[in-house]
């Protein structure tokens, strides 16, 4: 999906009291805000993305950019 960047950060030794392995940062338009939802809904699905299975746990920050 071109309307949204992804920006990856390896967080394993970058912060001495981490226990992520990586953050992921996402950016897009709010109009494409139901895009990156269906994004996350695969990603999230161990039948599509067999890589979730090994997710320990998640948090989501939602900001808004003001311009």
């Keep these: 999906?071109?309307?949204i960047y992804r920006k990856l950060y390896h967080t394993r030794?970058?912060?001495?009291?981490?226990?992520?392995?990586f953050i992921t940062y996402f950016?897009?338009?709010r109009k494409h805000e139901?895009?990156?939802?269906?994004?996350?809904?695969r990603l999230r699905d161990p039948k599509?993305?067999?890589e979730w299975n090994f997710?320990?746990?998640?948090?989501?920050?939602?900001m808004t950019k003001l311009e």
């Excluded at 030794?13 to 392995?21: G, K, R």
């Excluded at 997710?55 to 989501?60: A, G, H, K, M, T």
């Design 1 to 3: 999906m071109e309307r």
């Design 13 to 21: 030794y970058a912060v001495e009291s981490t226990d992520h392995d």
């Design 27 to 29: 950016e897009f338009e």
């Design 34 to 41: 139901g895009d990156f939802k269906e994004l996350c809904a």
């Design 48 to 50: 599509q993305n067999p």
């Design 55 to 62: 997710v320990d746990r998640e948090y989501e920050i939602w």
